[in-house]
């Protein structure tokens, strides 16, 4: 008898699958993947059911023979271990990004002469209500805001992207890419104080007020599922700041970082060339600990920021203050750092983690960007921001077509450069 393969990485099995199941079994024994969760978030949704669960529904199929566990996104060793005659998958997979996929799976069986059998794919009302479902139960607050938490545990490093509205929270939901062989996508956003108020045209200064900023999340939380981790700038008065804990906690918000400042906020890359104020330890402390008993889930992170790098005030200041914040109850630390060069940066991780192992370090490598993820995991770091990069390529590129409008004094130059129409109207989905 034939061997026959696919692998499934989805949480629910609809008429769909069982058809592609059924199609499979006619040409020969059948073996069933499932993804493993780590591999199944690089690329696709979260699942919402676990993993076990997932294996259950598989094997009480009756046309599935054998039930394996895929860990690769991509198949060429699990073909290797199994050596199938026929890899059978949906064709879906012929389109961008999945393609990658499917190359890799031509690859690994041209080596015996194994063969690709597509099966049409199905995708009706059913299983679009289906998918819709499934999207509808990510976004929920209740399940948004754990996942940051989830994420820490099954991904080697957390990568957010900052967005500050419903488009930003598009692209940082859709944007897929495959490069070297991999496919990868962002976890998390990022709702920037610095970006949110450049969006309004406003200074980093604390002055787009919590009602605001609160509206961003809502605009951001209608069309996206990722978790939304939000810079609460200094966290206000500890008498506001718990009240602004409740209110993100209610809206699904994963994490708030608050900085240990005080007085007028300046943004942090100016340093030490503008007045700022770092806040005292026990004040900070204190106004940590009223959070985290304000805070009514075990979902909700409050991630302390430590300004002592950018405020020049040592090494030796900002592990102490990371050490008292993770006791007054801090669920991370994130260290921050305007040099060029990583080595501060590098060395607080080192040093942080002979003692701590296990609170979650976070990083913003705005002005440290040669940096690579992979060197970031490795000194400890849990979650990188990428915090302005999306504000900063989209405002040069508007000015320029603005300028062009005006120097042609017709739109055509500057349309050549720009976005198909249809290209952008297919990034919204309609319900
Ligand atoms: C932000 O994005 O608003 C931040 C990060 O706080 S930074 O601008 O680097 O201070
Ligand atoms: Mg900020």
Redesign the pocket.
């Given at each position: 008898m034939k061997r026959v393969y696919t692998c499934f990485c989805t949480d629910v099995i609809h008429e769909g699958h069982i058809n592609l199941i059924r199609e499979a079994r006619k040409y020969g024994e059948l073996t069933v993947g499932i993804l493993s969760d780590a591999a199944m978030i690089k690329f696709n949704r979260f699942p919402t059911v676990d993993f076990e669960e997932r294996i259950r529904i598989v094997k009480e199929i009756p046309e599935v023979d054998n039930v394996v566990i895929q860990d690769d996104v991509m198949y060429d060793s699990i073909i290797e271990k199994l050596r199938p005659d026929y890899v059978v998958h949906g064709d879906n997979w012929l389109e961008e990004p999945l393609n990658s996929i499917r190359n890799n799976v031509a690859n690994a069986l041209s080596s015996y002469g194994g063969e690709i059998i597509d099966i049409p794919y199905t995708y009706n009302e059913t299983v679009k209500n289906i998918d819709d479902r499934i999207k509808a139960k990510l976004a929920m607050p209740e399940y948004r805001r754990k996942r940051l938490k989830q994420l820490i545990d099954i991904r080697s490093l957390v990568k957010a992207i900052?967005v500050h509205s419903g488009l930003t929270g598009l692209i940082a939901e859709k944007t897929i890419v495959e490069h070297d062989g991999e496919l990868d996508q962002f976890d998390a956003m990022?709702i920037?104080?610095?970006?949110d108020s450049t969006a309004k045209g406003k200074p980093?200064i604390e002055l787009v007020d919590m009602t605001s900023r609160y509206r961003t999340i809502d605009d951001v939380t209608e069309v996206t599922t990722k978790p939304i981790i939000f810079?609460g700038d200094t966290g206000g008065l500890t008498e506001h700041f718990v009240y602004t804990v409740r209110t993100l906690e209610k809206m699904g918000v994963s994490a708030v970082i608050i900085e240990d400042k005080t007085g007028l906020k300046k943004?942090?890359?100016f340093g030490t060339e503008v007045a700022q104020t770092q806040d005292s330890i026990e004040n900070f402390s204190s106004k940590i600990a009223a959070g985290k008993k304000a805070q009514l889930t075990d979902d909700f992170m409050i991630i302390a920021r430590i300004e002592s790098l950018i405020l020049e005030k040592g090494m030796d200041d900002a592990l102490n203050r990371a050490r008292s914040f993770v006791k007054a109850g801090a669920d991370g630390i994130m260290i921050?750092s305007r040099k060029k060069d990583p080595a501060e940066i590098l060395e607080f991780c080192d040093k942080f983690r002979t003692e701590d192992k296990e609170t979650p370090i976070v990083v913003?490598p705005?002005s440290f960007n040669t940096i690579t993820e992979a060197e970031l995991a490795e000194h400890g770091v849990n979650i990188v921001i990428y915090?302005?990069q999306l504000t900063r390529s989209a405002f040069p590129a508007m000015k320029q077509t603005a300028e062009d409008i005006l120097r042609y004094h017709r739109a055509k130059e500057a349309d050549d450069r720009l976005m198909p129409i249809k290209d952008i109207i297919t990034l919204i989905d309609e319900i």
């Open positions: 900052e990022w920037s104080s610095l970006c980093d810079d943004n942090s890359l921050h913003v705005s915090a302005n």
